[in-house]
């Protein structure tokens, strides 16, 4: 290594995760509950076909559609992908088939996974059936998967025919929680790198265009407006100024996971010497005081890699004119 070499590019996991809540209507409902009781349901179109996992409005005439009818727990692969290297919470630990399964009795093809030992076990046309999972709650997860299916005796039983359901179900699920999860691998780049290392000194570093001049904080390494790399290096700050704001009323957990009242204000804040304003909460003032032209600093937390917020430095307002173009 030699004196002239960049500095190493930071990567990181980054874990992006939250909680789906959706109620589900009366064709959802009634094809979920009826997982949970080991009832596979479909949905009959005006033109008399039968859609699994059904819907709720005619993909061709938009009608809505209540129909329901019972189809069988086996049928018929379509279409499949092997998947060698599972991810977390997919339905199987092991490799596994992604399927699309057109169930006996349905004219649509269901998408789930295949337990089968590698993918020369898998083809089109292949008979399957559904697993179904131990504990079930009234989730697309009460299917843990389907697997090969080889009736025993001669030959297999003619194609289910649709049975009429009422879709009544004690207790029917009303709604679903689907957990959300995207796993990557984030790189900032070089610019945001050494913004993030200065930061651990508690300093903060943008970037100059060498065209229009602008100081970018946070810097993305070149000038949206002039399209050049931004190569140099200008410490702004501390201070700055609030240049607008909301009051926010909902809960949320601060920069050491501690919970924040409610309301809080979270601020656009242009630091001294930025041409971009970055944002921020602000502490140390009652929420409603807050006010645009706010000048503001850093409050550090013990470890932080972040301000955990900004306080008033009790100096008069910034004027208007020294801000506006940052807003
Ligand atoms: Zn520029």
Known sequence: MTAAS????????????????????????????????RVVLGVKTSDGR?????????????????????VAPTGTVTTFA??????PNQPLGTPFAWVLVR????????????????????????????????ERTGAITD?????????????EPAAATPAPHDGVFPEPVAGIVAPARLDYTYSPGRAQTAYLGALAEHRTV???????HKVYVPPRGACPTCGVATTDRVEVGPRGTVTTFCIVN??????MNDAVEVPYVYAHIALDGADLALHGRIGGIPYDQVRMGLRVEPVWTEGGRYPGHYRPTGEPDADYEAYKELL
């Open 103 to 134: 169930l006996d009795g349905a004219d649509t093809a269901l998408l789930h996974a295949l337990d089968a030992p590698g993918p020369d076990a898998v083809r089109t046309g292949m008979r399957v059936r559904v697993r179904w999972a131990a």
């Open 82 to 87: 092997w998947n060698g290297h599972p991810r």
């Open 143 to 155: 299917i843990a998967c389907f697997e090969p299916y080889a009736p025993h005796g001669p030959g």
């Open 50 to 70: 039968v859609m699994v996992p059904p819907v709720e409005y005619d993909p061709v005439t938009a009608e809505e559609l209540r129909e329901l009818v019972e």
């Open 6 to 37: 960049p500095p190493e590019v930071l990567r990181a996991p980054l874990v992006v995760e939250f909680p789906f809540t959706r109620s589900l209507g009366p064709v959802q409902s009634a094809f979920l509950t009826g997982l949970r009781e």
């Open 250 to 255: 909902i809960k949320a957990r601060n920069t």
């Open 206 to 212: 943008g970037e100059r265009c060498p065209s229009c």
